[in-house]
């Protein structure tokens, strides 16, 4: 029984990494992803992961599966829709849902248009959904990298993301009106730079499911914003292991199962969660008791 769960992992290297990629990018998106859920932008991060999808394409196009040509294409299309979608906001009267709604669906066409170009429909699939089991070394780099350095940003920009998320007006009063706006773009950029990083193993219809789905989940665990990182973290590295060994044993694709195994925890937590879960809202409570 014990070689089900362990062996995949001890006799396949492939698994190893996809395993080490899947735990680094817990690590990195699962906290990002709580802070975009407590700032109301969770379709944000929808919209990021397919925004990406042009400047990978033009990579691919130029330089095949090549991880630096298609990060770096990533990156570069991810800020560009996120600053026109800005622009958009305040050259406008539109809210800025509606911007990011409609870059990201332009970029998604175009992206996968750029792909059809050149590429077969295999290509279409790669870009798409991602394969974890194919992460080499230099792709581990790279996640480690962005994982570590997320992390550290994080931690240093804690405060100023906090009171920018829940009283943008008193960080405003502290730092001028340029402060906010550097944390929230340095965030964006957090955001965006994950997604290129989870791209590369997820997909850009998968990479935002290990970031959403456990910060979502969290929130049914934990009512502090640490408690909620960790719990996130945690929920997305079980849901990488676990989705891999249905992907092994099941033979299924690797990316959708790892994000299943995120939706079972969520709807798992849905009834059993021991911060407002249905079943615990439906039990009698004490007295002025929460």
């Given at each position: 029984?014990?070689?089900?769960f362990?062996?995949?992992?001890f006799?396949?290297?492939?698994m190893k990494?996809?395993l080490v990629?899947?735990?680094?990018l817990?690590?990195g998106?699962?906290?990002?992803?709580?802070?975009?859920?407590?700032?109301?932008?969770?379709?944000?991060?929808e919209?990021?992961?397919?925004?990406?999808?042009?400047?990978?394409?033009?990579g691919?196009?130029?330089?095949?599966?090549?991880l630096?040509?298609?990060s770096?294409g990533?990156?570069?299309?991810?800020?560009?829709?996120v600053l026109?979608?800005g622009a958009?906001?305040r050259a406008?009267?539109?809210r800025?849902?509606?911007?990011?709604?409609a870059?990201?669906?332009?970029?998604?066409?175009l992206?996968?248009a750029?792909?059809?170009m050149?590429?077969?429909?295999?290509?279409?699939?790669?870009?798409?959904f991602?394969s974890v089991?194919a992460?080499d070394e230099?792709?581990l780099l790279l996640?480690?990298?962005?994982s570590s350095?997320?992390?550290?940003?994080?931690?240093?920009?804690?405060?100023?993301?906090?009171?920018?998320?829940f009283?943008p007006d008193?960080?405003?009063s502290?730092?001028?009106?340029?402060?906010?706006?550097?944390?929230?773009?340095?965030f964006?950029?957090?955001?965006?730079?994950?997604?290129v990083a989870?791209?590369?193993a997820?997909?850009t219809?998968?990479?935002?499911?290990?970031?959403?789905l456990?910060a979502?989940?969290?929130?049914?665990?934990a009512?502090?914003?640490p408690?909620?990182m960790a719990?996130?973290?945690?929920i997305?590295a079980?849901s990488?292991?676990?989705?891999l060994?249905l992907?092994f044993?099941?033979?299924l694709?690797?990316?959708?199962?790892?994000v299943?195994?995120?939706?079972a925890?969520?709807?798992l937590s849905?009834?059993?969660?021991?911060?407002?879960?249905?079943?615990?809202r439906?039990l009698?409570?004490?007295?002025?008791?929460a």
């Amino acid at each position: 029984m014990l070689d089900f769960f362990i062996q995949p992992f001890f006799e396949f290297a492939f698994m190893k990494r996809a395993l080490v990629a899947c735990f680094a990018l817990a690590l990195g998106s699962a906290p990002i992803g709580v802070i975009l859920m407590l700032r109301r932008m969770s379709l944000f991060g929808e919209a990021m992961s397919h925004a990406i999808l042009p400047g990978a394409a033009t990579g691919f196009l130029i330089a095949g599966f090549s991880l630096p040509a298609i990060s770096i294409g990533g990156v570069i299309a991810g800020l560009v829709v996120v600053l026109a979608a800005g622009a958009a906001t305040r050259a406008t009267d539109q809210r800025e849902d509606a911007s990011v709604a409609a870059f990201y669906l332009i970029a998604l066409a175009l992206g996968v248009a750029l792909i059809s170009m050149r590429g077969s429909s295999v290509d279409v699939m790669h870009i798409l959904f991602g394969s974890v089991l194919a992460v080499d070394e230099a792709a581990l780099l790279l996640l480690g990298v962005v994982s570590s350095v997320s992390l550290a940003l994080l931690a240093a920009l804690y405060r100023p993301l906090l009171l920018d998320g829940f009283d943008p007006d008193f960080l405003r009063s502290l730092r001028g009106t340029g402060g906010g706006t550097l944390y929230h773009l340095i965030f964006l950029g957090l955001v965006v730079v994950n997604l290129v990083a989870a791209f590369q193993a997820l997909g850009t219809l998968m990479a935002v499911g290990l970031m959403m789905l456990p910060a979502v989940t969290a929130r049914f665990w934990a009512r502090s914003l640490p408690g909620m990182m960790a719990v996130a973290a945690l929920i997305a590295a079980v849901s990488g292991y676990a989705g891999l060994l249905l992907s092994f044993h099941a033979n299924l694709p690797s990316g959708p199962a790892i994000v299943l195994a995120c939706g079972a925890f969520y709807i798992l937590s849905l009834f059993f969660g021991r911060v407002q879960g249905i079943l615990l809202r439906l039990l009698p409570t004490r007295h002025l008791e929460a």
